[in-house]
């Protein structure tokens, strides 16, 4: 079955940095878009970034654009966000989701992670 395990995440203070990573299982993974989307304390879920099936083409949130990169290496079906510059309003649970089709942002996500979480506090 389609699976996604995150990892990563912890306590940082603000300005630094953290790296996330994704395995995914149990499909193609070369074959999707994936996104990292993320959830505040008590808030709803927020897109993240994008990144389409081959890692050429990325997308991200106004407010993320800068400070985080996201990339995947199709051969060990991984995925990665790398973040920079964080903030308090990043502390959030972050989780990576399969596009379907070619985008998230036309045809929605199916499936995805557990999350890890990501504090940003002092």
């Known amino acids: 079955q389609v699976q996604f395990v995150e990892s990563g995440g912890g306590l940082v203070q603000p300005g630094g940095s953290l790296r996330l990573s994704c395995e995914a299982s149990?499909?193609?993974?070369?074959?999707?878009?994936v996104s990292w989307v993320r959830q505040a304390p008590g808030k709803g879920l927020e897109w993240v970034s994008e990144i389409n099936n081959r890692g050429f083409r990325t997308y991200y949130a106004p407010s993320m654009k800068g400070r985080f990169t996201i990339s995947r290496d199709n051969a060990k079906n991984t995925l990665w966000l790398q973040m920079t510059n964080l903030k308090p309003d990043d502390t959030a649970t972050y989780y990576c989701a399969r596009c379907l089709g070619q985008s998230c942002a036309i045809y929605g996500m199916d499936y995805w992670g557990k999350g890890t979480l990501v504090t940003v506090s002092s």
């Open positions: 149990g499909f193609t993974f070369n074959n999707h878009a």
